[in-house]
């Protein structure tokens, strides 16, 4: 069974760091391109960041600068380091995998999620 688990999420202030997960288990990913969406309430789920063919990265403009997506091929394990954060950042962060070629952000092209994991800023 394919499966994605993301960890990390929590409560911090605003300013500080937090470093998320996604183990992928049941089959590698390595020729996936994989990313990082998030949904707060009563919003649209929207990509934050992805690696796609391997190396090329992509993030959303609202994030760039301040986090970086990488991805740990031998364990297969992909992390969002999410630093400077705010309380705008709040949400619900998902894992995605899909067979896409080239690039994409929408969240349609992404087969394959995990159940999510919450982030939390305080002000």
């Known amino acids: 069974q394919v499966q994605l688990v993301e960890s990390g999420g929590g409560l911090v202030q605003a300013g500080a760091s937090l470093r998320l997960s996604c183990a992928a288990s049941?089959?590698?990913?390595?020729?996936?391109?994989m990313g990082w969406f998030r949904q707060a309430p009563g919003k649209e789920r929207e990509f934050v960041a992805g690696?796609?063919?391997?190396?090329?990265?992509y993030y959303a403009e609202s994030v760039k600068g301040r986090f970086t997506i990488a991805r740990d091929k031998d364990k297969n394990t992909l992390f969002l380091q999410m630093n400077s954060l705010k309380p705008e950042d709040a949400a619900v962060y998902y894992c995605?995998?899909?067979?896409?070629?080239?690039?994409?952000?929408?969240?349609?092209?992404?087969?394959?999620w995990g159940q999510g994991t919450q982030v939390t800023v305080s002000s």
């Open positions: 690696i796609f063919g391997g190396t090329d990265s």
């Open positions: 049941g089959r590698t990913f390595n020729n996936y391109a």
């Open positions: 995605a995998a899909g067979a896409i070629i080239g690039y994409s952000t929408a969240a349609a092209d992404f087969r394959v």
